[in-house]
Each structure stands twice: as structure tokens, then as C-alpha cells.
């Protein structure tokens, strides 16, 4: 008696895949390896990209410390604020830069009341020097540049160095100097003529470039005094890349660089206060409080060259 072998009703029957899921399976699978892969790529050329940028970005930071101001030429007057307060006509001719309300009743409140040249528009401090002439006729710098550097001192005192106190007047050079020995801070040099050795006093210009004058000002601060008898004694110059125990408080070196249009035989030129060697500059400081600290702190402190704007 043959028997008939029933399935189990709950059975289910085993099929295979159709052969087209099997490829459908596999391209997925093959697609999410090649994803895996570029992430990986692109993760090491990202960082590839990184380690190379990142020193390309430290270099262009300049190391110097440093921010500037472009001051352009505003007035001429026989005044001096400075040395002279309250004296209208008591100096010898002066050109002035920055501030444009400066004479000589000029104090801390009027000049922060007054408008600038200056680029940036924050500075207004004022400067002046003794106006320079060609025969009987003034000249006017057309360049005028004023930078405040973290330099003549060793890193560290550059990274103590304060900001300007609001108010400071500072007097560089020396208008009674008697010959080049007596003004060794001043000196004039030709721009864009290298051949032509600097000096204390006027020099000759090759036609086509330009007449220019170094000033810079004592970095030392006495801590106390905004200004003194004298206009020097409560500043002082760094001695052995520090300051003096004297004027213990290291501030900006004030440079002052003007580019007068002139050249040739500099017999023809003299200053207001006498020959090329009793160049002379005088600064009084206007600066918001908060801009000097700025850029003191982001510029002279970390050693880094600024713009006009403060930034590297």
C-alpha cells in the first residue's frame, strides 16, 4: 500500500533570490565601499590642505612690531604749543600735521574737540616740525608717515611695552644744535636712492627722487609726568636694548618719516630753525585711549605689523 506524504501546512518553501537582486545587492554594497573610500580621501587631502595652509598663514604675519598713521600736511604757523604755550608768533615757523585746530593756545580739550588728516581718523594727535625751505620758498612734505614701533629693545621689553598715555608731549632732535654731533636721532636720506649715505644733515638728491627726513622720538617713560621743563627730561632713549631705571615704563618708539619733493644741491635748503641738523619734531598725544591700547596690545605686544586699521 503506497502512502502519499502530506506537507505540513505551517511549511513555507524555501525559494532563492532571482538573480537580479543578487546584482542589485552587490552594486549597493560595491557603492557604499566607493563612499567609504572618497570620505577617506577627502578627509586626508583636507587634511593635507590644512598642514599646508597653516604655515602659509604664519608667514604672512610679518614680524615686526609695529602700527602706523599717514598724517598729511594741514597748516603752517610760528607756533609751538609745546614749548611755547599760549605764544602766538613766539616760535619759528612750523608745519603741522594731523590735528587741524592747532595753534598755540592748543591744549588736551581743544584737540580733542578738533578734526584730523590722519588716516586712520581716531588719531588726533597732532605733530609738527620746523618748516623746511628752498631758498625763500616753503615746502610742504607730500609724504608723511608716522609709525609707532616695538624696536631698539630686546623681545621682552617690547611684549611690557604700555600705550601712550593720553596727553604726553614728546620734543625729538635738537633746534640749537650746533653741528651734525648734537642731533644723532635726525637724519635725511634720499628715497629710492640707496647710493646717497644718510646724514645728519641736508643731502643731494638725484633728479627724480625726493628729499626725506628720520626722526625718532625717546621710547622711555618716566611713569609719572606728561611733560616737563624741558620737554625731554621726563622721556629718555633705551640703553643696552632696556630702559632705564630712571623711566622705567617702555612705550611705542614714535618714528616720524616726511618726503619733501626736492632734490638736488642742498645748499639751497635750510629750516626754519637752521640747517638739515636741528631737525626737530614735536608730538602731542590725542589718541582714544582704547585705540592706542588696541594696538599696542595686538600690534607692539605680539610683535606684529598693523595697517592704518590696527590689524596685521
Known amino acids: 500500500m503506497l502512502f502519499r506524504h502530506r506537507r505540513n501546512p505551517d511549511h513555507r518553501r524555501q525559494r532563492s533570490l532571482p538573480p537580479w537582486r543578487y546584482r542589485i545587492a552587490g552594486l549597493a554594497a560595491a557603492a557604499l565601499a566607493l563612499s567609504f573610500l572618497q570620505a577617506n580621501v577627502g ?3 583636507a587634511e593635507r590642505a590644512a598642514a599646508e595652509t597653516a604655515p602659509k598663514a604664519a608667514a604672512d604675519v610679518v614680524r615686526v612690531a609695529e602700527f602706523l598713521a599717514e598724517c598729511p600736511y594741514t597748516h603752517r604757523a610760528p607756533d609751538d604749543p609745546i614749548v611755547f604755550p599760549g ?3 613766539a616760535s619759528h615757523m612750523h608745519s603741522f600735521f594731523g590735528n587741524d585746530t592747532t595753534h598755540a593756545g ?3 580739550a581743544s584737540l580733542e574737540r578738533g578734526r584730523t588728516s590722519c588716516a586712520p581718523e581716531t588719531d588726533l594727535s597732532s605733530y609738527w616740525v620746523p ?3 628752498d631758498g625763500d620758498r616753503a615746502v610742504e612734505p607730500t609724504g608723511t608717515t608716522f609709525y609707532y614701533l616695538g624696536e631698539g629693545v630686546s623681545d621682552d621689553v617690547i611684549r611690557r611695552i604700555q600705550p601712550l598715555p593720553k596727553g604726553l608731549r614728546i620734543v625729538a632732535g635738537n633746534a640749537k644744535a650746533t653741528g ?5 636721532i635726525a637724519r635725511w636720506s634720499c628715497l629710492h636712492a640707496g647710493e646717497v649715505n644718510p646724514s645728519q644733515n641736508f643731502v643731494n638728491c638725484p633728479p627724480g627722487t625726493m628729499m626725506e627726513s628720520y626722526l625718532d622720538f625717546p621710547q622711555c617713560w618716566n611713569g609719572k609726568d606728561l611733560d616737563s621743563a624741558d620737554h625731554k627730561s621726563h622721556m629718555a632713549y633705551p640703553v643696552a636694548g632696556n630702559c632705564p631705571s630712571t623711566h622705567p615704563v617702555p612705550v611705542p618708539k614714535l618714528r616720524q618719516v616726511l618726503r619733501y619733493p626736492v632734490n638736488g644741491d642742498p645748499a639751497r635748503f635750510r629750516l626754519a630753525s637752521g640747517p638739515g641738523y636741528t631737525m626737530h ?7 582714544p585711549e582704547a585705540e592706542m591700547a588696541q594696538r599696542v596690545r595686538d600690534c607692539i605686544n605680539a610683535i ?3 595697517g592704518f586699521d590696527g590689524k596685521p
Open 87 to 89: 605764544l602766538p608768533g
Open 43 to 45: 578627509n586626508a587631502a
Open 180 to 184: 651734525p654731533q648734537d642731533n644723532t
Open 281 to 287: 619734531g614735536d608730538f602731542f598725544n590725542v589718541w
Open 106 to 108: 592748543s591744549d588736551l
Open 131 to 133: 618748516t623746511l625751505y
Open 304 to 306: 606684529v605689523k598693523c
